[in-house]
């Protein structure tokens, strides 16, 4: 696996604290990222001090980003306010990840399957899957990717 160095950049993950957020945030604090987190109904505390457990900053805020047009809007607004300093903002929309609570609780096995039937790679993603993006995104490797959201969904929309 390629090895990406982020020491003393700083990361915001909504959704940090659980499933999806939490393997980022926790990616990006062992690439050396200090990260603020947000949360709404699960505590961020926890993941919180797994990244301080990495000698990373951390920071939990509860936020309530469920409207997801609105999320994008904003990402977009702030990636064009501070991309004259120097600052990416870009986001992920993850498709079908297993081995998340989302899935396990509002997905049946019978769904999932269904679900993977449909996606070229043929199969469901993991939190790996997504956290490999983001740490791509917030590397050199993507100094010129910026307002942009990247569908993580084994090419769904190919179909």
């Known amino acids: ?10 990361a915001l993950v909504t959704g940090g604290n659980t499933g999806l957020g939490r393997a980022i945030a926790l990616a990006l604090a062992e690439a050396g990222v ?3 987190l947000t949360y709404f109904s699960h505590p961020g505390e926890e993941t919180a001090a797994a990244i301080r ?12 980003a469920t409207d997801s047009a ?7 607004e702030v990636a064009k306010e501070v991309a004259p300093l120097g600052i990416t903002v870009n986001a992920v929309a993850p ?5 998340t609570p989302f899935h396990d609780t509002f997905n049946t096995e019978e769904g999932k399957r269904a679900t993977i039937a449909t ?30 959201t990247t569908e993580i969904n084994g090419g769904v929309w190919f179909t």
């Open 1 to 10: 696996m390629i090895q990406i160095n982020l020491t003393d950049k700083t």
């Open 34 to 36: 200090d990260v603020a």
């Open 53 to 64: 457990a990495l000698d990373r900053k951390a920071l939990a805020l509860r936020l309530d």
């Open 70 to 76: 609105e999320v994008s809007r904003v990402m977009a």
């Open 95 to 99: 498709g079908l990840i297993l081995e």
């Open 119 to 148: 996606i070229p790679l043929r199969r469901g993603g993991v939190p790996d899957d997504v956290a490999g993006t983001v740490l791509c995104l917030v590397s050199d490797l993507a100094s010129f990717v910026t307002g942009e």
